[in-house]
């Protein structure tokens, strides 16, 4: 481990969430181009997302970030990432962000710990662990039906 490639992920990090807050401003996925992000992730970058949410699945390179980003703008009415902490070693960065989200109607707050993977200055893989998925997903599906 050395400092500055604990530093260089932190960076890259930081500067992926500006642009991401910056993509989102600017419309998000049906309005904003991927170009904003595209810089920060590697051509490979693998996104691995829990199976049981709306956006679930993995999702693989630029093309597959910009579909993600799609599924989960359908999903989503906000999302809005409150508060982060940044913890880094080498290659390897953990993010742990409150969520506060806005679906169906639903107004929800959750924790997000990301392992991410930062290798040459780009992101190749992102592994998020949600606190409770079956409230997230439940939330994006709308109310139940009662009777």
């Known amino acids: 481990m050395t400092i500055s490639s604990t530093t260089d992920s932190i960076t890259v990090l930081t500067g992926m969430y500006a642009a991401e807050a910056e993509y989102f401003a600017a419309g998000g996925p049906d309005e904003a181009s991927f170009d904003l992000l595209a810089p920060f992730f590697a051509p490979d970058v693998v996104l691995h997302q829990a199976d049981s949410l709306p956006y679930g699945g993995t999702w693989r390179g630029h093309s597959g970030m910009t579909q993600f980003f799609l599924a989960m703008g359908a999903a989503w009415e906000s999302f ?52 409770d998925t079956r409230v997230i997903a439940d939330a994006c599906a709308g109310p139940r039906a009662t009777g």
């Open 80 to 131: 809005d990432m409150a508060e982060q902490g940044f913890l880094a070693t080498g290659e390897t960065a953990v993010v742990l962000t409150q969520v506060r989200a806005r679906a169906t109607g639903r107004e929800l707050s959750f924790p997000i710990l990301q392992a991410i993977t930062v290798k040459d200055g780009k992101i190749t893989e992102v592994r998020p662990f949600y606190w």
